[in-house]
């Protein structure tokens, strides 16, 4: 198609079957994260299978602004600019609001919540000094930036993904009144089986066999699929929030 996107935490999990799937459809995407060998390795298998689009691997610390200002300079340079922005990098630190580490829940603010609003104001600089009319910026949220998960140890994680719901909202404000058809999107799946999850659930083993053992949980290609969704709706219609949730969560939450 000719566009352009950026994918952040792009080397694996949600991220990388993202970046899979709008290259499979012909975009080119510039997928970024810190493990840029991963992307590597993703673009390999992408230009493998024969896939129509391209993709760009690019390493970017995310916690670091300049390396976001530079990443989008580099981009302008070599891409003229992105079309689409897919804020999906993010961490999820099990804390305790009684007992965590003030560096996981800062980690998680600098990525949940600073990268993707300075990801979010470079994409629509980009868009605005080419005249893109029809980009579209959409938001990994969680099934956590819509309530507070009982008995859940990701009480500081929950107030990133609050804040991604009033960060996509207040852009979509911000859009509609500086005239343009840019259009905002949100998707919040809720358990999603990747190293995120894993990862979180490593101290806590019986809470992930719980988990397993009352319901699948859901595939990263279950989240690219509703990317592929909301991209592909006419113009006219704005997806504003997507809540995607393995069949039974509810129950064991
Ligand atoms: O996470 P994971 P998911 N700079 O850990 C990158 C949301 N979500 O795919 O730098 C640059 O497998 C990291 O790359 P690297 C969730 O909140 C998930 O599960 O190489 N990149 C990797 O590519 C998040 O917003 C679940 O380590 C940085 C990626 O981020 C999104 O979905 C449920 C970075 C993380 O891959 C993707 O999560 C839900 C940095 N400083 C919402 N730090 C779920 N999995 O259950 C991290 O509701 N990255």
Redesign the pocket.
């Known amino acids: 198609s000719g566009r352009v996107a950026l994918v ?9 079957a993202i970046a899979k799937e709008l290259v499979r459809s012909g975009m080119k995407v510039v997928g ?4 840029v060998e ?1 992307i590597q390795k993703l673009a390999a298998e992408c230009q493998a299978a024969g896939y129509s689009g391209q993709l760009v691997p690019f390493k ?4 670091k602004t300049e390396e976001i200002e530079s990443m989008f300079a580099s981009i302008k340079a070599q891409h003229k600019g992105v079309d689409v922005c897919i804020n ?5 630190h099990p804390e305790f609001l009684l007992s965590g580490k003030t560096s996981g829940w800062k980690n998680m603010l ?3 919540v600073l ?1 993707l609003s300075v990801c979010t104001r470079e994409a629509y600089q980009s868009m605005k000094e080419r005249n893109v009319d029809d980009g579209h910026i959409i938001n ?5 930036g819509h309530m507070v998960v009982p008995k859940a140890d990701a009480h500081f994680y929950t107030c990133t ?1 609050y804040a991604v719901t009033a960060l996509t909202e207040g852009l979509r404000q911000e859009l509609h009144e500086a005239k343009t058809h840019i259009r905002a999107t949100s998707i ?5 089986e ?4 894993q ?1 979180a659930y490593s101290e806590n083993p019986e809470i992930a066999a719980g988990i397993y053992a009352h319901y699948k ?1 859901l595939e ?1 290609i279950d989240v690219a699929n509703a990317v592929i969704y909301v991209l592909s709706a006419p113009p006219h219609v704005q997806v504003g929030d997507v809540m995607l949730r393995p069949v039974e969560e509810h129950s064991v939450n």
């Open positions: 952040t935490g792009a080397s694996v999990g949600i991220g990388a970024c994260a810190r493990s991963k970017c610390d995310l916690s999906n990098a993010g961490l999820a600098d990525v949940n990268a990994l949220n969680s099934i956590c993904k919040s799946p809720g358990v999603v990747t190293e995120l999850f990862r949980p990263a």
